[in-house]
């Protein structure tokens, strides 16, 4: 049974900074492409960010970029989301997903084949 838990989250004044992680669990985790997403209640998912399977390849939204770095550590099978600059339109569930499609072949949420629950991200300002 695959399983991806996020934690790391919590509340933060604007401006302040926090990593968050996810252990993914039942899977082969080096044969897949992992990403952070967003969602806010009553809106869509939205993409933060993504690496691919032995971390060749990132990818930020326009939002985060600068901001925030992915990175991943295949030896304890974790994906981590280090978030500095913190600011209140940053406040959402975050959750991680895996995909084992190639990392040309992803395109957006749908194409992600587990998610966690999501840990929660609160700014202050």
């Known amino acids: 049974q695959v399983r991806l838990v996020e934690s790391g989250g919590g509340l933060v004044q604007a401006g302040g900074s926090l990593r968050l992680s996810c252990v993914a669990s039942?899977?082969?985790?080096?044969?897949?492409?992992m990403a952070w997403f967003r969602q806010a209640p009553g809106k869509e998912r939205e993409f933060v960010s993504r690496?691919?399977?032995?971390?060749?390849?990132?990818n930020y939204a326009d939002a985060v970029k600068g901001r925030f770095t992915i990175s991943s550590d295949n030896a304890k099978n974790t994906v981590y989301l280090q978030m500095s600059s913190l600011k209140p339109e940053d406040t959402d569930v975050y959750s991680c997903?895996?995909?084992?499609?190639?990392?040309?072949?992803?395109?957006?949420?749908?194409?992600?084949?587990?998610w966690g629950q999501g840990t929660q991200v609160t700014v202050s300002s």
């Open positions: 997903e895996a995909t084992l499609r190639p990392w040309v072949r992803v395109s957006g949420p749908e194409d992600y084949d587990y």
């Open positions: 039942g899977l082969t985790f080096s044969t897949y492409g």
């Open positions: 690496i691919s399977r032995l971390s060749l390849n990132t």
